[in-house]
């Protein structure tokens, strides 16, 4: 492809051939994102629900739990016109897709009543709060029940990344996330660079893809074309912006970091060639508040389907159907029956309900481990860290222990008062901040904060904190399966038991989304409707 | 320039009370309370309907199999801590389970859990930075 296959003049690149080089490469490149598209699987992903034609005959559902599993299940069976009944633990639907603002109550099972008192518009997303653009299967809903949608921040450059455990003068800095990329990524293209031009990797490159390859490097790097140096580069910023007239006028690039000092402060950890499939740049989250999307089902479900405060005491079944005894919401005890169940309980809640099924299932169920996990929203009385800092949404990389990730809201820009996420959490970490009182918490989220951000504390107002596993109606964040539960348990647990159906995003390879939710509801519907059918 | 001082010197004072590596010596009794006494409580009565006792009963106090494999990679709602502790943590913080609240069980060693871990095949995760 190339007309002149490098004849030993190393470095030296014509302006010319530069560019054919570029579109070489350019050329190469779209055809391989071509090839991806359709090698990506974006065609096998579950993206809309099954169809469920040929009539319920007046088939009975009880459907045990009202989050997006259970919505999922409940709108779709109804309107193939099935009949259902939906019990529900909390008094709202929605389950882990819980957002906290100005009156939301939640009592953990130490006892911590907490009520948030944000003020009016602001608020946090407790559970999921952001939705990958390939989740076609959220989207489908949020499309459907005309939830409005922004853009999530899930990437930002200029956020910061602050590492205590590295070691250098960059160790326990708050460094731009791009500053971090720009040298890592110029200095390890210049080594390559460097190295291929003096032909040592010409066992592996042809003479034309070594030239090609230098190419490349000099652009993924921003190397000087000249002698493929790393010097900098715009995009990591300047000490004098660039502006108006000679002074300013073309401004003051910043100067690289020493390649040692980007090494060793470990900053680099969050570089990655490209955002995992569950982490892609671009995602998006409902104007308001995640819970917009439960509300969306609600309103969408007849009256009377969900009835809330009901804590299912027993699950029951024999050869012809299923039945429930519960508590409802005034203490009273009560039963339901019906021909098929589907339950979306957590297996952590669920393995403390007695329940009719094989010993099998029951070991299935218990083998799966749930993650202790910590969310804390702080209201911040101002958004400093869009007037000071700059940064618009995106995610504060540490590695404090207790505080996980902090990130910055992508709503409300320029607004007086904005509400961030102080800490996510998971594991033993999360456990231990978790013991502490709510106010400890938050005092704990703040004292961390302040080593990031100077204007942390003075600017602190509020906090709501949320620990999963201390949640009485989940005991945990997510399904975490070990591999060999994956393989042992989980096949066993996505067939029913008799009548039972589960269903939640434990039963799926995308636990704790809610696209995990979702599917895993399609699927088991779909197989109880073609039971239903050859019945 | 003194308030933030002063700021920062709460700030270490409250991140030395909490940080693990920060402890003179980590003890069997210091890795419970961490990791285990949220759930369990300090008592290791744990909450009825939701964590159970670590006080008698098979599990904690019987013979090994169960025990350390159920810590390892979680169990029944239990989260994996095999990531979170090294085997040397994991055999201090089960031997004080295996001795506190009335429990009179044996010691567990580091080597134990190292075997154990192999068999459940259960070694430590790099940390994500993201999850969900």
Avoid at chain 1, 54 to 76: F, M, P, S, V
Avoid at chain 1, 167 to 188: E, F, H, S
Avoid at chain 1, 428 to 450: M, Y
Avoid at chain 1, 498 to 506: C, F, Q, W
């Amino acid at each position: 492809m190339l007309s002149d296959p490098g004849t030993g003049s190393g470095g030296a690149f014509t302006r010319r051939r530069f560019f054919e080089q570029l579109a070489a490469v350019g050329g190469v490149s779209l055809a391989m994102a071509g090839m991806d598209a359709l090698g990506f699987g974006f065609a096998s992903a579950a993206t809309l629900p099954p169809s469920l034609p040929g009539g319920a005959k007046g088939t009975r559902i009880i459907i045990l739990g009202a989050g997006l599993a259970g919505l999922t299940a409940a709108y779709e069976l109804g309107k193939a016109g099935y009949q259902v009944q939906v019990l529900e633990a909390r008094g709202v639907a929605g389950g882990r897709v819980e957002t906290a603002r100005k009156g939301f109550v939640d009592t953990d099972l130490m006892g911590n009543r907490q009520e948030c008192d944000f003020d009016d518009g602001q608020y946090i997303n407790v559970g999921p709060w952001r939705i990958p653009y390939h989740h076609q299967s959220t989207l489908h809903y949020v499309r459907k029940f005309g939830v409005q949608l922004e853009l999530f921040n899930n990437d930002n450059d200029a956020a910061y990344v602050y590492f205590e455990k590295g070691k250098g003068p960059l160790a326990g800095k708050p460094i731009r996330k791009g500053q971090i990329a720009a040298d890592a990524r110029g200095y390890t293209a210049e080594l390559m660079a460097k190295v291929a031009s003096k032909g040592d990797l010409d066992a592996v490159l042809s003479p034309a893809d070594r030239q090609t390859f230098i190419a490349y490097l000099v652009n993924e790097g921003r190397l000087q074309r000249s002698d493929l140096s790393y010097k900098g580069t715009d995009g990591r910023g300047f000490d004098i912006a660039p502006g108006a007239g000679v002074s300013p006028g073309a401004g003051k690039e910043t100067t690289p970091f020493a390649f040692a000092d980007v090494l060793n402060s470990k900053a680099w950890s969050v570089l990655n060639s490209v955002a995992g499939w569950e982490q892609q740049r671009t995602m998006l989250e409902p104007v308001g508040g995640m819970d917009m999307i439960p509300r969306g089902f609600v309103k969408n479900i007849p009256e009377g389907v969900i009835q809330y405060k009901a804590l299912v005491d027993r699950i029951q079944q024999n050869a012809k159907g299923v039945k429930v005894s519960y508590t409802d919401a005034s203490g009273k005890k009560a039963e339901v029956a019906g021909d098929y169940m589907i339950c979306t309980i957590p297996l952590s809640v669920l393995k403390n309900i007695k329940m009719d099924v094989s010993k099998p299932f029951l070991e299935a169920m218990s083998s799966v481990a749930y993650a202790p996990v910590n969310k804390i929203g702080l209201q911040m009385k101002t958004r400093f860290w869009e007037e000071k800092h700059w940064i618009y949404g995106g995610h504060i990389y540490n590695d404090i222990p207790g505080i996980g990730t902090i990130s910055l809201p992508s709503t409300g820009w320029h607004s007086q008062k904005g509400v961030l996420l102080g800490y996510y959490s998971f594991g033993g970490e999360a456990a231990k901040i978790s013991a502490l009182s709510p106010d400890e918490r938050a005092k704990f989220a703040v004292a961390q904060g302040q080593r990031i951000f100077p204007e942390y504390t003075e600017n602190f107002e509020k906090a709501f904190s949320k620990s999963w596993h201390l949640d009485p109606h989940n005991l945990g964040g997510w399904a975490e399966w070990s591999d060999e539960s994956r393989k042992a348990a989980y096949p066993v647990l996505c067939e029913p038991d008799g009548r039972i159906y589960l269903s939640g995003e434990h039963l799926s390879h995308l636990t704790g989304w809610q696209a995990g939710a979702i599917e895993s509801a399609w699927q088991q519907i779909a197989k109880l409707h073609q039971r239903v059918q050859q019945a | 320039m003194k308030r933030s001082v002063r700021r920062a010197a709460t700030a270490a004072a409250l991140w030395v009370a909490l940080s693990p590596v920060a402890m003179a010596a980590e003890t069997g009794q210091s890795l419970y309370n961490d990791n285990c006494a949220a759930c369990h409580q300090r008592s290791g009565l744990g909450i009825k309907g939701a964590f159970p006792t670590l006080i008698g009963g098979k599990m904690v106090t019987g013979p090994l199999p169960a025990l350390i494999p159920t810590v390892l990679n979680g169990r029944g709602g239990m989260p994996a801590f095999k990531s979170d502790l090294t085997d040397a943590q994991m055999a201090l913080v089960l031997s004080y389970i295996r001795s506190s609240w009335g429990n009179k069980a044996s010691a567990i060693t580091t080597v134990q859990v190292t075997q154990a871990r192999i068999k459940a095949s259960a070694a430590a995760k790099p940390k994500n930075l993201q999850a969900h």
